[in-house]
T-cell receptor, first 112, second 115 residues
Framework: DQQVKQNSPSLSVQEGRISILNCDYTNSMFDYFLWYKKYPAEGPTFLISISSIKDKNEDGRFTVFLNKSAKHLSLHIVPSQPGDSAVYFCAASGVRDDKIIFGKGTRLHILP | DAGVIQSPRHEVTEMGQEVTLRCKPISGHDYLFWYRQTMMRGLELLIYFNNNVPIDDSGMPEDRFSAKMPNASFSTLKIQPSEPRDSAVYFC?????????????FGPGTRLTVL
């Protein structure tokens, strides 16, 4: 039973355009959400996060939006660059929770 | 800092053999996590330690899997006997404090192939 769902296994976007990666969660106790980025033959690295008290967090080209009522979050990358081609994992954790629950990941391809 | 170190990077073994994966966390990090990545299940948590003590091993798939952390700078994940379905990439990660405001730092992973 997947508590964090990334329903798109892959996504292709033209360079310079906006990339939107989506994530849904089922556990209403989750209060902190993260995105990790993973290149081939490397471990995942932290990208950006958002607390449930916010609905938006921005860091340069990356913005994460949180819709608590819909239990949905999304990662926007604007503009998309070739180096953004990677697998993106959505993750969530709960109050006083030591664990992070990851989704299956979405592979993003930035096309030249 | 060298980051989280894992060895070996690649392991190919035959069904029934014992496999030991190793991890050195970042110095000063009190938490250590073992994950497994597969196409079907994504990135799943197997077990994690706090100050060398196993806290939650509910993600360990079966008794064939075991993990130890004899000291703050070393952990092992052992599979005995190994089976082809254990083929996956195994990651180790560490963090200072796994609360919501901290992040986990991952090693490069060990790609395990069981023939």
């Amino acid at each position: 039973d997947q508590q964090v769902k990334q329903n798109s296994p892959s996504l292709s976007v033209q360079e310079g355009r906006i990339s939107i990666l989506n994530c849904d969660y089922t556990n209403s106790m989750f209060d902190y959400f993260l995105w990790y980025k993973k290149y081939p033959a490397e471990g995942p690295t932290f990208l950006i996060s958002i607390s449930s008290i916010k609905d938006k967090n921005e860091d340069g080209r990356f913005t994460v939006f949180l819709n608590k009522s819909a239990k949905h979050l999304s990662l926007h990358i604007v503009p998309s660059q070739p180096g953004d081609s990677a697998v993106y994992f959505c993750a969530a954790s709960g109050v006083r929770d030591d664990k992070i629950i990851f989704g299956k990941g979405t592979r993003l391809h930035i096309l030249p | 800092d060298a980051g989280v170190i894992q060895s070996p990077r690649h392991e190919v073994t035959e069904m029934g053999q014992e496999v030991t994966l190793r991890c050195k966390p970042i110095s000063g990090h009190d938490y250590l996590f073992w994950y497994r990545q597969t196409m079907m299940r994504g990135l799943e948590l197997l077990i994690y330690f706090n100050n060398n003590v196993p806290i939650d091993d509910s993600g360990m798939p079966e008794d064939r899997f075991s993990a130890k952390m004899p000291n703050a700078s070393f952990s092992t994940l052992k599979i005995q006997p190994s089976e082809p379905r254990d083929s996956a990439v195994y990651f180790c990660a560490s963090s200072v404090n796994p609360s919501s405001t901290d992040t986990q730092y991952f090693g490069p992973g060990t790609r395990l192939t069981v023939l």
